[in-house]
């Protein structure tokens, strides 16, 4: 959980100082993967504090089927328009026509 989070606080500031192109680009793919990473650990570990033992095993395996849905959305968004350039919109005047 610690990795991941410090993967997250020095990969964020990097996102945000580059403009398109291919670095860009692969920092947003390492973010496609350490996102969901981190959402995975630490749902596993809120499933292990709140979850009755009795529904557990469920609960880790909607925990981690949501993980790979939200690693299937990102690297697509990644490849396409991208992670940090759909949140830079985000704070970007509207388009006047």
Excluded: C
Aim: net charge positive.
């Amino acid at each position: 959980m610690h990795y991941s989070s410090v993967g997250l606080a020095a990969l964020t500031p990097i996102a945000l100082a580059t403009g398109p192109g291919p670095i860009a680009t692969g920092v947003d793919l390492a973010l496609a993967l350490a996102i969901p990473v981190h959402m995975a650990i630490g749902g596993r570990f809120v499933v292990e504090d709140y979850v009755p033992k009795s529904s557990q095993k469920s609960a880790t395996f909607a925990v981690y089927l949501f993980a790979g849905i939200t690693t299937m959305g990102l690297v697509q968004l990644a490849l396409g328009p991208g992670i940090t350039e759909t949140a830079k919109e985000l704070w970007r005047a509207p388009k006047k026509n």
